[in-house]
Every structure is written in structure tokens, then in C-alpha cells.
């Protein structure tokens, strides 16, 4: 399934959303390609480096939800924007929200830089992981 085709399966009230951060990952994330697949039993649009799994936005009956394999890394990177997106529901890699406005974009765009500026060091950890065999 394309991209357009996932989106326009969305919800009428989250697709503009779904759309402005696909547009911000895709944005800062030069290397990232984008798919449509299954994650944790559910569809969903992942952006993957080189095949690593890298970030991830889904929708459900409650919520969006974006994952974050970066915010991992550096960090002080989950504990500062856990403060500045406070009305989101953070997870350890994952980020919950209902509405737009738990998610100011300009604050995303900002971790997205962050996240981006971080994409190696997971990178790394992954092929160190792979390496001991701890990777299917």
C-alpha cells in the first residue's frame, strides 16, 4: 500500500496531522524510506535506514501515535521533550496524542532534528546487537 493510500484510510481529523509529521520525518530524515507495514499488530507507516526500523506514525480509534527509535539515544533527548509535549502521552520510544495541539509541530520539527542529529548512534547499536546475534 502506498503512503497516499495509508493516509487517506485515516480519520478525517487526524489525517492533516498524520500528513504535517510524515512531511517533518521525511523532511529532516534524508535516508529515511518510508512503507507502509504491520508493526505490533497494527498498519502502519515506518521509516527505515538501510532496513532498520528507524520511526514509525500509526493510527488508531483513540490516538496517533509516533515511535521514535532516536529518542534512545542522547539521553536527555526523551526527558526534554517529555517536559516541552506535556499534554502527550510519552512511552519509552513512543509518543501518544488525541489532538493537534498535544503535538505542536514546531516542537516536533525540533526533536526531529535532535532525533535525526541521533540516527547514527542507533545505527550503531543495531549492528552491535545484530553482531552478538541478539538481532532476528
Known amino acids: 500500500m502506498t503512503i497516499d493510500k495509508f493516509l487517506s484510510k485515516v480519520d478525517p481529523n487526524c489525517r492533516d496531522m498524520m500528513l504535517s ?15 507502509v507495514s504491520y508493526m ?19 493510527n488508531n480509534k483513540t490516538d496517533m501515535s509516533l515511535h521514535m527509535m532516536p529518542i534512545y539515544g542522547p539521553p536527555a533527548l526523551h526527558t526534554t521533550y517529555k ?30 532534528k535532535e532525533c535525526v542529529a541521533a540516527e547514527d548512534m542507533i545505527i550503531k547499536l543495531y549492528e552491535a546487537r545484530a553482531k552478538r546475534g541478539g538481532m532476528n
Do not use: C, T
Open 40 to 58: 505490533m499488530g497494527r498498519e502502519m507507516i515506518q521509516y527505515k535506514i538501510d532496513g532498520m526500523f528507524m520511526y514509525g506514525l500509526s
Open 83 to 112: 517536559r516541552l509535549l506535556n499534554k502527550a502521552k510519552f512511552q519509552k520510544g513512543w509518543i501518544n496524542f488525541k489532538q493537534a495541539e498535544e503535538m505542536p509541530l514546531d516542537i516536533l520539527e525540533n526533536l526531529m
Open 21 to 35: 509529521i510524515h512531511q517533518i520525518i521525511v523532511d529532516n530524515s534524508k535516508r529515511v524510506k518510508p512503507e
